[in-house]
């Protein structure tokens, strides 16, 4: 066995090797200083030997005889150096030797010990120690290499751990800024679709990007702070400068973006609710548009087809009523209906105003009902009109039917041509020829109303059969007013000419009789004069102002002196022709005037009004010709009242008192020419009871 100062350095004593035993201190702790040098080695084999097989270190003698504790120690350090498995328990010599010369050629620790004296039986206790301690040394100086390594990695390590945080924290918060800024961008657009299915997905979207998209972008922001206070903290800790990120990317423009970002996803969720809103409220407005169309467009319908059907007009005045209260009826039903159709109208508006996606079949829809109700609405203005004018139409036709029928029934009394051989009979004939005359007379307003309304209704009216049949009739009516007329005229006069044939007769056997009182011809030819005039004045008072001629040749023919005549004074004759009229004339026109109105009082005092509704239109058309009538007669009190005034004009002449007796004698042969009148009356007629002069 080699003594260990043959190695070329003194070993250490024991207390320097505990002294200088950082392993023993890191290995034990504040035990390692109660343990000797011996213990504090044995311990150190034991534990870095512990795992190996074969090898039970328990001193510092035959513990180490077999060589596999020495190569358990440098394996445990070194295990690059030798394999421990291909080692045997059976070959100590070769272990020692192995185990020695690894030592040496990869440790640098010298060879003290022979492979032989350590494999005896009893091999040198502290020889064995020393070089073991010399193992332990080693490795205790490669500890500490190590140790200043590890701490240098460690720090490199930090300063890599720091700049990878710090690169990293960069990357994500630009990351997550990028797509703030691509979101947000999103968020704020208010393209919004325009019908509901699409609106519908995009709330899915949006739900989507609240519940799939937001929340690890969240996450992702809150592993940007954790990882920026991890650095800080790792930061702080290695005593280094703060990082302070590049500008844009600090935790404060961070925090302002998101919450840009919170308020753009409020306020596009709140825009989301409202667009949402508005389009089911026009799918309501477009469903109930639609519903209201199919009613209107089916009203539309029914009221066109039952206005079809009351297009034929009345042909007769019985149906004319049913008819108009038929339109009237339907009217009732169809112009009411104007608020509904404005209401569909307005609907249709706010679809336009809102944008409603589906608003052109909506305006064309619209559209045809509105062409449909205007048309409607006109061709019920053309049927109403229609049906006022077959209405007026059959009315006047009415009036016109009615009007001839009593005309013809005046037509038989006016066309009669009776006339009797006595003066009283003649003069009574007369009187009822006035009243028929009077009656005639009325009809010439009506019949001349019921022209003008035919010519007003020809020209406004579309010509039909019906309006044809009404002028035809109207001109018959015009014609049989005319004929009615010239038949009384020639009644009239036929029997005027026979009352003035005869008082003119009686006048001449006047003349005669008083020639016996009155000797003197020149006052008996006034006389007859004075008579002859009254004889004309009530001829011409009743319109008769022809056949002059005729009857001065009859009166000649009795031998009545007429002046200028035989010497033939064509001026003269016409004076009498032109007689002015006389108050006795006047008196009677006024006493028949007033006979004629208290006839007409009378029958407007009747109260009866019929009993069914043709009888009290029949009376109706009756009460409408007797106004007419009444009305018409102001003309002929306005020529009494011209009259009054001029007999009053001449009230100042005065008659001499013998003209006077005569005119008295001849109103008593007048009495006996009248003598219906004064019996029935009880008095002389107020127009032959008077003379001239009055």
Not at 308 to 320: E, F, G, I, M, N
Request: charged share 25%; hydrophobic share 40%; proline share 4%.
């Amino acid at each position: 066995m080699s003594h260990p100062q043959s190695a070329g350095s003194a070993a250490p004593t024991w207390p320097h090797m505990v002294m200088t035993c950082p392993v023993l201190q890191e290995e034990f702790g504040a035990s390692a200083a109660l343990l000797s040098a011996k213990e504090a080695l044995l311990v150190w084999c034991q534990r870095k030997t512990a795992s190996y097989p074969n090898v039970g270190i328990t001193d510092f003698s035959r513990s180490w005889s077999n060589g596999l504790g020495f190569n358990a120690l440098i394996h445990a350090h070194r295990p690059d150096l030798l394999d421990y498995g291909s080692l045997r328990p059976d070959r100590p010599l070769h272990n020692l030797t192995y185990a020695f010369h690894m030592a040496e050629q990869e440790l640098g620790i010298a060879q003290l010990l022979d492979p032989e004296d350590v494999a005896s039986l009893q091999p040198d206790e502290r020889s064995i120690m020393t070089y073991v301690s010399l193992y332990y040394h080693y490795f205790s100086r490669l500890h500490q290499g190590k140790t200043v390594q590890k701490r240098l990695a460690k720090i490199l390590l930090q300063l890599q751990e720091t700049e990878v945080l710090q690169t990293q924290y960069q990357q994500l918060v630009a990351d997550l800024l990028h797509w703030i800024t691509e979101k947000q961008a999103q968020l704020e657009m208010r393209n919004f679709p325009d019908s509901l299915p699409a609106m519908r997905q995009l709330l899915v979207d949006f739900a989507s990007f609240r519940a799939q998209e937001k929340p690890p972008r969240l996450q992702q922001r809150g592993a940007t702070e954790a990882l920026l206070f991890k650095l800080q903290t790792a930061l702080r800790a290695q005593n280094r400068r703060l990082f302070l990120p590049q500008e844009g990317l600090g935790p404060e423009e961070l925090s302002q973006r998101w919450a840009g970002l919170e308020r753009a996803e409020a306020a596009r969720s709140q825009a989301l609710q409202q667009r949402l809103l508005q389009l089911e409220r026009l799918e309501t407005l477009a469903r109930r548009f639609q519903r209201k169309a199919a009613l209107r467009e089916s009203f539309l319908k029914d009221a066109e087809q039952v206005l079809d059907h009351a297009r034929a007009l009345p042909a007769s005045p019985a149906t004319v009523e049913a008819a108009t209260q038929r339109l009237g009826m339907l009217e009732a039903g169809i112009l009411p209906q104007e608020g509904r159709f404005q209401a569909l109208a307005e609907i249709a508006d706010i679809l336009q105003q809102e944008h409603y996606h589906d608003w052109a079949d909506v305006a064309h829809r619209h559209e045809k009902i509105t062409q449909r109700w205007k048309r409607l609405l006109q061709h019920l203005q053309e049927h109403r009109k229609q049906m006022t004018g077959v209405q007026a139409v059959l009315s006047l036709l009415q009036e016109v039917e009615a009007a001839s029928d009593q005309l013809r029934e005046l037509q038989v009394p006016a066309s009669s041509m009776t006339c009797t051989q006595h003066l009283a009979e003649v003069v009574e004939l007369l009187q009822r020829h006035d009243l028929l005359e009077a009656q005639v007379s009325t009809h010439e307003a009506h019949v001349s109303h019921l022209a003008h309304q035919t010519a007003e209704l020809y020209s406004s009216l579309v010509t039909s059969v019906e309006m044809l049949q009404v002028k035809a009739k109207a001109e018959s009516l015009a014609q049989l007013y005319q004929n009615l007329m010239s038949l009384a005229l020639e009644a009239k006069l036929h029997r005027h000419q026979a009352v003035c044939v005869d008082l003119v007769k009686r006048g001449c056997d006047f003349s005669a009789r008083g020639s016996s009182t009155q000797p003197d011809p020149r006052e008996r030819a006034e006389a007859v004069q004075r008579e002859w005039q009254l004889i004309w004045t009530r001829l011409e008072k009743r319109g008769l102002r022809l056949h002059t001629s005729l009857l001065l040749r009859q009166v000649e023919k009795w031998g009545v002196p007429v002046r200028g005549r035989g010497r033939g004074g064509a001026g003269e004759g016409t004076c009498l022709c032109s007689a002015p009229p006389s108050s006795p004339q006047y008196l009677a026109d006024a006493a028949e005037g007033a006979a004629w109105l208290r006839e007409r009082r009378q029958e407007l005092e009747t109260a009866f009004c019929g009993e069914d509704q043709a009888a009290a239109e029949a009376m109706l058309l009756r009460h409408q010709r007797l106004e007419r009538a009444v009305r018409s007669f102001a003309a002929e009190l306005s020529r009494l009242d011209e009259q009054a005034r001029a007999a009053a004009a001449r009230a100042s002449l005065r008659v001499r008192a013998k003209k006077g007796d005569k005119w008295r004698v001849f109103v008593g042969l007048a009495g006996e020419s009248y003598p219906s009148l004064g019996r029935g009356r009880g008095r002389v007629p107020p127009s032959l009871g008077r003379s001239p002069a009055d």
